[in-house]
């Protein structure tokens, strides 16, 4: 007997901007015209890609389109991508929020939700009738639902509140709530969208904790959308990425989000050495790494102090040269600059012939979870530089523990110092 607990076959989503429904009055008799002659809906014909940084001329857009991969028994699937990638519009159909305009979704199992804050929920009721709501919908009997109502509210943290109705609550307590009676009415399927993002670092903890329980301990297939790679590293196996509404890639959670980083900042090569963007003639590269990987992807673990860089290559000349590194946001932001010849007058020499070039940066307590750009060169500060490599590698970094400080100023060396 197959494994198979989800199959999405072709499915698409078409939305028309600026219309609420189906469309007008003439498109429905047009879309009942055709069935009635046995033909295909003529409006799935047209319609454009959903790529929300581009102007579209169609008022029809695919927010989805020919989405087909299957979840086995276990499963724990993350799904990445940019906003706007179709990621929530999954997620909704397969939660039957809404209905797809082609394909179709197969569902071995009891699926629960956890969507946009507050789904699910009666504003007027209780929490307590909120749990016992949430569990009849699910087709759980009342004694089941009341032999997990201690552990749901002990878990979601509102034992207090529980008699209060849920409107009064804030939108951190109903998505503690909300996790609490999806993930403890034993369900066979668990999605859960964003929302985890709204609550204090505390909760994420202990709810990927207890996804990782539902998963490994109970064998129950999760759903997980997050744009906390660290979160969905950690607890996923597989991963889907999407992009403008279609499938980008499925495979190990290494590659997909190796993938859609590289993707997200412009790199298509996956090694550091291939975004060298220009040199001298007078030089060749042979070898960059940062932490021993020359791939252009690296995680930056919680508590990690040092990077260390290696540049070899030959010179047809002596060189006279100061290694630069510009860490920089997702936006392009700079947030913290490596540059001891700049800052502090440490400009090295290198005979011509064969090179290596080793430094080791000494991170800034400013860098938060998150994504960080790497540009690296490598220059003399007054007179030209010998190559630049602008983004080519990625940090992501799992968190410090200490708050902003300055950067790109002499102020910065103490944040990032240079070690022998």
């Known amino acids: ?54 102007r579209g001329e169609s008022r ?12 086995e028994q276990g499963d724990v699937v993350g799904i990445v991508g940019k906003n706007g990638a179709g990621k929530s519009t999954l997620l909704k159909i397969l939660s039957r929020v809404t209905s797809p305009t082609t394909g179709d979704i197969r569902i071995r199992g009891r699926i629960a939700s956890l969507l946009e804050v507050g789904t699910g929920f ?30 749901i509210v002990e878990f979601a943290g509102v034992a207090k509140y529980v008699d209060t109705p849920v409107k009064r609550y804030s939108s951190g307590m109903m998505v503690r709530l909300g996790f609490a009676i999806a993930a403890h009415l034993e369900p066979e399927i668990l999605v859960v969208d964003e929302v985890l993002a709204v609550g204090d670092a505390e909760f994420q903890k202990k709810a990927i904790g207890k996804m990782q329980d539902v998963s490994k301990g109970e064998g129950r297939t999760v759903l997980f959308v997050s744009h906390n790679m660290a979160a969905v590293r950690s607890l996923c196996t597989r991963g889907v990425l999407l ?113 290596s070039i080793h430094r080791r940066v000494n991170l800034p307590k400013i860098l938060t979870k998150g994504i960080v750009n790497v540009d690296l060169s490598i220059h003399h500060p007054m007179v030209e530089y010998y190559f630049r490599a602008p983004n080519c590698c990625v940090l992501e970094c799992e968190g410090f523990q200490s708050g902003f400080g300055r950067t790109m100023n002499q102020d910065s060396c103490g944040f990032i110092g240079l070690e022998d």
């Not at 569990?135 to 997990?148: F, L, Q, W």
Request: aromatic share 8%; hydrophobic share 35%; charged share 25%.
């Open 1 to 54: 007997m197959s494994n198979t607990v989800i199959e999405f076959n072709h499915i698409g989503k078409q939305y028309i901007l600026g219309t609420i429904g189906t469309g007008t009055l003439s498109q429905d008799l047009n879309r009942w015209w055709a069935r009635v002659r046995g033909r295909e809906d003529p409006y799935l014909k047209i319609g454009e890609t959903n790529d929300r940084t581009q």
């Open 60 to 71: 029809f857009v695919w927010a989805l389109r020919d989405i087909s991969f299957s979840v």
């Open 122 to 151: 009666h504003p007027e009721m209780t929490g307590r009738e909120n749990i016992f709501m949430n569990g009849s919908i699910m087709g759980m009997t009342k004694a089941e639902i009341r032999s997990k109502l201690d552990e």
């Open 243 to 355: 992009k403008n509404g279609t499938v980008d890639y499925i495979g190990t959670i290494p590659d997909t989000l190796n993938r859609y980083l590289k993707a997200d900042d412009g790199q298509q090569e996956g090694r550091i050495i291939d975004n060298i963007k220009w040199k001298k003639s007078t030089i060749s590269i042979s070898r960059i790494s940062i932490n021993g990987s020359e791939q252009s992807f690296s995680l930056i673990k919680n508590g990690q102090q040092t990077l260390d860089i290696v540049i070899e290559g030959n010179s047809t000349e002596d060189i006279t040269y100061d290694i630069m590194m510009v860490m920089k946001s997702k936006e392009g932001v700079p947030l913290a600059t490596f540059a001891p010849g700049h800052y502090m007058g440490d400009i090295r020499h290198l005979p011509k012939g064969e090179f």
